[in-house]
């Protein structure tokens, strides 16, 4: 099973500010099937980008994904006080599995 | 435009059966390269994904819960429902139903949960 691990845990910025978020996997992942989530307080998760690198449909170009085999990085430019929130990697394999997650807060 | 929304119990006592359902609009689950999956989230957790059902009847499902969980597909009904086997408190979550979408790329494709329901929060009790 590939485990994917975030970091950081908890990342403290202020708007304006920009994110950098990482996901590590385990063993090597097509990036077609990386994708990642962004969750706010009491609601659904919302895809952000799938493909490692693609927007998903309404969302802002302030979103950045890259990286390939192990590595990759969720980039926020220019927070905006509605990013604060908690972000997840996810990939596909035979299965899905999910990171633990990283909280965006604010400073 | 697509929408799913969960349906079951909000308590369930530790041994019982979980039943949820997932009511979905907007797609077709007979239509080549759909797919509706679950994932839960325990209080304060990180999501975990449970299981998935695609156009073509193909099960999957999580190595750690497998033994446990059941999903189906009713086609004509626009529904998918998820059974877990005996219920435990460790089991307390929100869970979710996602639509599994899908692009192609190049000669392959590319997959994601793009909508998701609201999720229905089960307590074991």
């Known amino acids: 099973e590939i485990v994917l691990t975030q970091s950081p845990g908890t990342l403290s910025l202020s708007p304006g500010d920009r994110a950098t978020l990482s996901c590590r996997t385990s063993?090597?992942?097509?990036?077609?099937?990386l994708a990642w989530y962004q969750q706010r307080p009491g609601q659904a998760p919302r895809l952000l980008i799938y493909?490692?690198?693609s927007r998903a449909t309404g969302i802002p170009d302030r979103f950045s994904g890259s990286g390939s085999g192990t590595d990759f990085t969720l980039t926020i430019y220019r927070l905006e006080p509605e990013d604060f929130a908690v972000y997840y990697c996810?990939?596909?394999?035979?299965?899905?599995?999910f990171g633990q997650g990283t909280t965006l807060e604010i400073k | 435009q697509i929408t799913l929304k969960e349906s079951g119990p909000t308590l369930v006592k530790p041994t019982q059966t979980l039943t949820l359902t997932c009511t979905f609009s907007?797609?077709?689950?007979?239509?080549?390269?759909?797919?509706v999956g679950w994932v839960r989230q325990s209080p304060g957790k990180a999501l975990e994904w449970l299981a998935v059902?695609?156009?073509?009847?193909?099960?999957?499902?999580s190595p750690s819960l497998k033994d446990r969980l059941t999903i189906t597909k009713d086609t004509s009904k626009n529904q998918v429902v998820l059974r877990m086997t005996n219920m435990d408190p460790v089991d307390t979550a929100t869970y979710y139903c996602?639509?599994?979408?899908?692009?192609?790329f190049g000669i392959g494709r590319l997959y994601y949960f793009d909508y998701w329901g609201p999720g229905n929060l089960v307590t074991v009790s």
């Open positions: 996810q990939q596909y394999g035979s299965w899905y599995t």
């Open positions: 996602a639509h599994r979408g899908w692009s192609v």
């Open positions: 493909a490692a690198s």
């Open positions: 059902v695609y156009w073509n009847d193909d099960e999957r499902y």
């Open positions: 063993q090597s992942v097509d990036s077609r099937y």
């Open positions: 907007g797609f077709s689950l007979s239509s080549n390269g759909e797919g």
